[in-house]
C-alpha cells in the first residue's frame, strides 16, 4: 500500500512524483527488452504501437505537471503520434527524461495546486488542479495497460 510520508501538510510535491516515478519505472521494464518489431507493430487499424505509446505518456505526464504548476504552454501532441518508431533505448532514455523532469517539479508542487483554476488557453479548458493531477494520472495509467496488452497481443501473435 502506497502511503504518503509525513511531510508538512503543504509539500505534497515529493509524495505525489514518487507515485508517478514508480509508474514510469514499470512503464520502463514492459519496453527496455523489445526489439524494434515489438515497438513498432500494431494490433489492427488505427491502432497506436507501443513506441508511439511511449511518446504519448513520456509527453502528457510532464506536460500534466507543467499545468498543474500554471505553465500554459501546449506540447506538440500530433508529433507524439507520427514520429517513426523508436528503439527500446530511446524510448528508456524519454522514460529517463520525463522521469527527470516531474524531479524538477517536485520541490514546487503544494496543497495549494490542487485548488488553483489552471487555464489550457488552446484547448479552451480551465480546470481545478486536483483535476489536472488526476486526468494525468488516469491518463498514465490507462496508457500504460495499453502498452502491456499491446505487448501481449504482439507475443501471442508470434
Not at 41 to 63: A, E, F, K, R, Y
Not at 91 to 107: G, Y
Request: hydrophobic share 40%; net charge negative; proline share 6%.
Amino acid at each position: 500500500m502506497e502511503r504518503m510520508s509525513n511531510n508538512d501538510a503543504g509539500e505534497i510535491g515529493p509524495d505525489v512524483v514518487a507515485i508517478f516515478q514508480r509508474r514510469l519505472a514499470y512503464l520502463r521494464t514492459l519496453i527496455e527488452d523489445l526489439d524494434q518489431e515489438a515497438l513498432a507493430w500494431q494490433p489492427g487499424p488505427d491502432t497506436t504501437s507501443i513506441s508511439n505509446l511511449v511518446l504519448h505518456i513520456t509527453g502528457s505526464v510532464p506536460s500534466g505537471f507543467r499545468v498543474l504548476l500554471g505553465d500554459t504552454r501546449e506540447r506538440d501532441r500530433d508529433a507524439e503520434f507520427s514520429t517513426p518508431p523508436l528503439t527500446a533505448a530511446e524510448l528508456v532514455d524519454r522514460i529517463d527524461a520525463a522521469d527527470r523532469e516531474l524531479v524538477r517539479h517536485r520541490e514546487h508542487l503544494t496543497l495549494a495546486d490542487l485548488t488553483e483554476t489552471r487555464p489550457r488557453p488552446a484547448r479552451n479548458q480551465a480546470w481545478p488542479g486536483s483535476q489536472v493531477l488526476l486526468n494525468t494520472f488516469g491518463h498514465l495509467m490507462e496508457h500504460i495497460a495499453q502498452v502491456a496488452l499491446t505487448r501481449q497481443l504482439y507475443e501471442q501473435s508470434r
